[in-house]
């Protein structure tokens, strides 16, 4: 694997019209996190642009750049050279435009993705109508003369890292260096070009999954995104409702050419979960280009829909096709709350973005995402529909207390409803994942009255993107993505995307909030061991005979006596040079996971936001990484300290006492990293009782591509 950091892209390139918007030519890293590409008329009418994640490395200011005036079939040669931070456009051999960037250079390399015809997998927006001649990447920034010497389909002066010519009717690099090519969406070689058809259609060269799961210890007793589910990213629970005698999950995955879906999991117990055909995806002649996080709600009628945000759309719905919520219907007014253009009414007043739609009394009310207060802090703003067509905006749904979070928060992902006598906002923020509020419904003024703010994950977890739904019983569960630590390349060679455990939300009689797994799990245990009272010196690190640590639950009850920190260390080596520790502080009144010591990988590292390391080629490119996750937990004298914490491949997830829970995902090196060991430090402790069980997995069956009648 070779590091690609000074590059030059260069296309024989022939655009099939010149008012195409966004459509990426080139695209090297390949995902919205991280690429760099050949891009035309995205931020400016017929100019060629180069494109980046999120527009680092992008100059904005292009309105005095030529304009492309190449007729239908022309071919127009693009070359982009990056060296440093400068960055350099030609056009036929001739200086196009030139800038030095703000950010740091990208750093790709030869195990990214490169996509030709799509700006980057998932942009929906992203595709490029017309035909490429020729496509390659250098690992060196070319200089005006030598690429003012390069030929179509002719190998002059330097050799290209990676070159497609498709003269011979095929996808591979004719260097060797990349994989074959595969095509998408109905794109095709013909004449010696690549075609495209600016909507769908794109060729993707990436990495074969080089690595077995069974190699990374994948988990077996949580959902998980199946390997042709791309890499999770996102891998957000949505469309979450319990209907016909059965729990369903719908959850995002991308499919091969990156468009964002909905897929679809369903069981009638938490333990016996069946995948069923795609509920959602962008189809031909659809308004919405992808499928974003949304909800499931029951209209006027008892039936149940889906609510999304529909990718370059807005707000979109649709109708539940059978008893089993296998077919969907879209509703032919989408996207009911319509994106606002410039002009149109709505635009600069509010935001469409993730939805929550629910039925308050004979009014569907509609949360629309992403939206801020005059203060800089986030809001949701409300819309109203008497029939889920006609739609009157209204005004900000919350407001709360500024000190409760921080200015760069967003509130994402919405999921509104009521336990007991309160209603919840479980939400994200994008700064810091999953979080939520608690207060009342004044559903007269259409405003929600937030009196308190919990977080559910903090710097360098993992927890991210619930969703939740009402069980037969009353019981709020809910599920989450847990995002992946591993690097961009490590996790397209396995895949990724993990659902959390289900949990069950309540609160105690004095209001507290309770966060405990779905009892349902304890089914799945297997052999009891059990260990009685053990004392716990400073400086112990007793290991547990006969107790592993891949497929486990513990459930552990100690006393923390005058010791500065007690716990546990879970996935340790047998000399400890790798161990994850967990932690109780009782005077810094902290739960920790200190992964300090948790993998000797090199491909492995803990930011935030949850999801940075999904744009990462390499986790030394990581500019804050976290040791520890600190959540606050405060345990009155004489309380003992209760933890149950599930171990599950690669997953981690401690719950404390019912009242905090912290969540970590684990890539230890070494095969033997197993041991779990009980701790104290600064003092001495007192295990009171403690009991592991193996844990049985799920039972799965992949019905998504059977025939009705046997599903």
Same mark, same amino acid.
């Given at each position: ?177 990349? #994989? ?23 060729? !993707? ?34 469309? *979450? ?23 679809? !999991? ?11 055909? /795609? ?36 707000? *979109? ?29 709505? &635009?600069?007043? &509010?935001?469409?973005?993730? =939805? ?9 009310? *509609? ?13 949701? &703003? ?44 479980? *939400? ?30 903090? #710097? ?28 961009? =390349? ?22 507290? =909030?309770?966060? /405990? ?96 390391? &999904? ?16 959540? =606050? ?79």
């Amino acid at each position: 694997m070779r590091n690609i950091t000074d590059k030059t892209l260069v296309a024989w390139v022939s655009p099939a019209n010149l008012t195409q918007r966004g459509g990426g030519v080139l695209s090297i890293g390949g995902t919205a996190t991280q690429f760099d590409a050949i891009v035309f008329g995205e931020l400016e009418p017929a100019r060629w642009m180069a494109g980046s994640s999120f527009f680092e490395r992008t100059h904005r200011a292009q309105a005095g750049w030529p304009e492309e005036s190449a007729g239908p079939g022309t071919p127009v040669q693009i070359a982009i050279v990056y060296r440093g931070r400068e960055v350099s456009l030609y056009r036929n051999g001739a200086p196009y435009a030139s800038y030095t960037m703000d950010a740091e250079p990208a750093t790709f390399t030869t195990d990214s993705l490169v996509v030709l015809g799509l700006r980057h997998l998932g942009a929906g927006n992203g595709y490029f109508a017309g035909g490429i001649d020729d496509a390659r990447i250098y690992d060196a920034a070319l200089d005006a003369e030598t690429i003012a010497s390069l030929r179509p389909n002719r190998l002059t002066g330097p050799k290209p890292l990676g070159w497609w010519s498709f003269e011979d009717g095929g996808t591979a690099d004719r260097m060797g260096v990349f #994989p074959e090519g595969e095509l998408l969406g109905g794109a095709t070689v013909r004449g010696g070009k690549l075609i495209l058809d600016g909507v769908a259609g794109c060729m !993707v060269v990436r990495q074969p999954k080089s690595v077995a799961r069974t190699e990374q210890g994948w988990p077996s007793y949580h959902i998980a995104a199946l390997e042709d589910e791309g890499m999770g990213l996102p891998y957000d629970a949505n469309g *979450c409702i319990y209907w016909n005698g059965r729990y369903h999950l719908m959850y995002i995955f991308q499919r091969a050419d990156g468009a964002h879906c909905w897929g679809h !999991v369903s069981s009638p117990d938490l333990l016996n979960w069946t995948y069923h055909p /795609t509920a959602l995806e962008p189809r031909p002649g659809d308004p919405d280009r992808g499928i974003f996080s949304g909800n499931a709600f029951l209209n006027k009628d008892g039936r149940p829909m889906l609510c999304w945000f529909g990718i370059e759309a807005g707000v *979109c719905v649709a109708t539940a096709a059978d008893g089993d919520l296998i077919r969907w219907d879209k509703h032919p007014a989408n996207p009911i709350v319509p994106i606002p253009k410039e002009g149109e009414p709505g &635009y600069g007043v &509010y935001t469409v973005w993730d =939805p929550y739609l629910w039925l308050e009394g004979d009014t569907y009310m *509609c949360l629309l995402g992403g939206n801020r207060l005059p203060s800089d802090r986030d809001t949701l &703003y409300l819309c109203t529909s008497p029939d889920l067509v006609n739609w009157t905006p209204q005004h900000a749904f919350y407001e709360g207390d500024p000190a409760w979070r921080r200015p760069d928060e967003d509130c994402s992902c919405p999921d509104f409803f009521r336990v007991g006598d309160r209603h919840v906002l479980l *939400c994200i923020s994008h700064a810091v994942g999953a979080r939520f509020y608690v207060g009342h419904l004044d559903a007269a003024k259409g405003i929600f009255l937030p009196q308190s703010h919990v977080r559910m994950n903090w #710097p360098g977890g993992m927890f991210f993107a619930p969703e939740s739904l009402e069980a037969p019983d009353g019981r709020r569960l809910f599920w989450a993505w847990v995002t992946d630590p591993r690097i961009g =390349p490590a996790q397209q060679g396995t895949g990724s995307g993990f659902q959390s455990l289900p949990r069950v939300l309540a609160f105690a009689v004095d209001g507290e =909030p309770l966060i /405990t797994p779905a009892r349902e799990l304890e089914a799945l245990r297997g052999e009891r061991v059990h260990r009685g009272r053990m004392a716990l010196a400073d400086g112990t690190d007793l290991e547990l005979p006969g107790v592993r640590a891949m497929h486990t639950e513990l459930a552990v009850e100690i006393e923390p006596g005058d010791a500065e920190a007690v716990g546990l260390k879970v996935r340790c080596a047998p000399d400890g040079s790798e161990e994850t520790g967990v932690w109780y502080l009782p005077r810094e009144k902290l739960l920790r996971i200190d992964m300090s010591r948790s993998t000797l990988r090199d491909d492995v590292v803990y930011g935030s936001p949850p999801f940075s390391s &999904y744009g990462l080629q390499r986790a030394a490119d990581c500019a804050a990484p976290y040791r520890t996750v600190d959540a =606050p937990l405060s345990l009155p004298e004489g309380e003992r300290l209760r933890l149950r914490v599930f171990l599950d491949g690669p997953m981690l997830e401690v719950f404390a006492n019912d009242r905090q829970c912290v969540t970590q995902v684990l890539y230890p090196r070494g095969e033997d990293t197993d041991r779990i060991r009980l701790c104290a430090r600064g003092g001495s402790a007192q295990v009171v009782t403690l009991d592991a069980w193996q844990m049985a997995p799920l039972r799965i069956v992949d019905a998504r591509h059977a025939a009705p009648d046997e599903r």
